[in-house]
Each structure stands twice: as structure tokens, then as C-alpha cells.
């Protein structure tokens, strides 16, 4: 993938719009260390401690062996909610909004 060389290195994270998740669980199944789907149904991102995250566009660190795994998970989303953004910039380069 050419995209991911322009991220190599960079610290990223990740959070999922809820507001448009369609509870599907693909993220869940490309990367269960991430994201959880919750009892609502939802899909959420999980903290390094492996804590659900349900606080409204809360963040999690994409851990370097999983970033083909969380971007796969980006791409298939039907519901095109999980977005993945430099930390240090906060720019979008996976998701609905990357450009």
C-alpha cells in the first residue's frame, strides 16, 4: 500500500463515529485489540488496557502490528465510521475523511 509509507513511523489513533456505526462487527473481527462491539450493539475503540472506550469520539493508540489490521477495518466498514489520524497533527489518513 503507497499510503501507508506516508505514515510509517508516526504516531496514529483511532476513533469510531458511533453516530454511524451500523453494528456490523468487521472491525472487531480485522482487529478484536482495538474494537469491541458493546451490549448496544455498537462498535467502540478499546484502550491500551484493553478498557472500552465509550465517552463520544474517545481515541485509542493504533499499536504499529495492528495498523494493516485497523486500516483493513477502516476500508471495509459499511458504515464508514472509523476514523485514523496522525496524533501529532490530528489529520485524518484513513477513513471517510482522508484525503
Same mark, same amino acid.
Given at each position: 500500500?503507497?499510503?501507508?509509507?506516508?505514515?510509517?513511523?508516526?504516531? !496514529?489513533?483511532?476513533?469510531? &463515529?458511533?453516530? !454511524? *456505526?451500523?453494528?456490523?462487527?468487521? *472491525?472487531?473481527?480485522?482487529?478484536?485489540?482495538?474494537?469491541?462491539? &458493546?451490549? &448496544?450493539? !455498537?462498535?467502540?475503540?478499546?484502550? /491500551?488496557?484493553d478498557e472500552l472506550l465509550q465517552e463520544q469520539g474517545?481515541?485509542?493508540?493504533?499499536?504499529?502490528?495492528? !495498523?494493516?489490521d485497523v486500516i483493513d477495518s477502516a476500508k471495509? *466498514? /459499511?458504515?464508514? *465510521?472509523?476514523?485514523?489520524?496522525?496524533?501529532?497533527?490530528?489529520?485524518?489518513?484513513?477513513? /471517510?475523511?482522508?484525503?
Amino acid at each position: 500500500m503507497q499510503q501507508e509509507a506516508g505514515v510509517v513511523g508516526e504516531a !496514529l489513533e483511532v476513533w469510531i &463515529d458511533q453516530d !454511524l *456505526c451500523t453494528g456490523d462487527g468487521i *472491525c472487531a473481527q480485522y482487529a478484536p485489540e482495538v474494537f469491541e462491539l &458493546d451490549i &448496544d450493539g !455498537l462498535a467502540y475503540v478499546k484502550s /491500551p488496557q484493553d478498557e472500552l472506550l465509550q465517552e463520544q469520539g474517545a481515541t485509542t493508540p493504533v499499536p504499529l502490528p495492528l !495498523l494493516t489490521d485497523v486500516i483493513d477495518s477502516a476500508k471495509e *466498514c /459499511p458504515g464508514e *465510521c472509523i476514523h485514523v489520524r496522525r496524533v501529532s497533527d490530528r489529520t485524518e489518513v484513513y477513513g /471517510p475523511d482522508a484525503g
